[in-house]
């Protein structure tokens, strides 16, 4: 159980394109969805909670008008990148907290973004 | 944001060794939870400790709650080559986010 889905696992776009990211619970619902970005040899970095059927929170220094999020269902969360420029390649994973767990996070596979 | 402090950060090991390691916090931690990551995968949940003191093992690992609720520990017995990867600790308390260490990357030597 705790599945969570994430595609594509990787995408290459030209600069100044926008790439969407889908994040799905497969077995699971989640009001509660997070958004990472991990750079080589570091650690995650939140950049967001993704709360289905409200606004998203974003954590400090991170735009919400670059990164924008919609949690339309109790199953899925998108992350869109709007107008990704080459300092926006990175690796970036969703992750998803069934309601019956307070802290777990189950994690997708991540998305390789690479913006040339 | 605030990152947990994980030592070693790096070890380099033979198979069939025991493996320890920890993360340490100025702050305390309701639950904590070990993960590990592959290369270019997202990270596994191994363990989920909810009590200081608390000892749990899942197989060959085995993790603890510290007392002061600002640490815990990861132990890997009689390691095997699929361990490779890198271990992250991350702490949770209150509101829905985790905080994660640093990582420990854990490499085999053949």
């Known amino acids: 159980g705790a599945v969570v889905s994430q595609h594509p696992s990787w995408v290459i776009c030209k600069s100044g394109t926008s790439v969407k990211i889908e994040c799905r619970s497969l077995d699971f619902q989640a009001t509660t969805m997070f958004w990472y970005r991990q750079f080589p040899k570091q650690s995650l970095m939140l950049m967001a909670t993704s709360n289905e059927g409200s606004k998203a929170t974003y954590e400090q220094g991170v735009e919400k008008d670059k990164f924008l999020i919609n949690h339309a269902s109790l199953t899925l969360s998108t992350l869109t990148v709007t107008s990704a420029h080459p300092e926006d390649s990175s690796f970036y994973i969703c992750?998803?907290?069934?309601?019956?767990?307070?802290?777990?996070?189950?994690f997708g596979p991540g998305t390789r973004l690479t913006v040339l | 944001g605030q990152q947990l402090n994980q030592s070693p950060q790096s070890m380099f090991i033979q198979e069939g060794e025991d493996v320890s390691m920890n993360c340490t916090s100025s702050?305390?931690?309701?639950?904590w939870l070990w993960y590990k990551q592959d290369p270019g995968e997202g990270p596994v949940l191994l363990i989920a400790?909810?009590?200081?003191?608390e000892l749990t093992s899942n197989g060959r690992l085995t993790a603890q709650f510290g007392i002061t609720r600002k640490d815990s520990f990861l132990n890997i017995s009689a390691s095997i080559p699929s361990d490779v990867g890198i271990y992250f600790c991350a702490g949770h308390f209150g509101n829905e986010k985790l905080t994660f260490g640093t990582g420990t990357r854990l490499t085999i030597i053949p």
């Open positions: 702050s305390i931690f309701n639950t």
């Open positions: 992750s998803a907290r069934p309601p019956s767990m307070v802290a777990e996070q189950f």
């Open positions: 400790l909810y009590k200081a003191g």
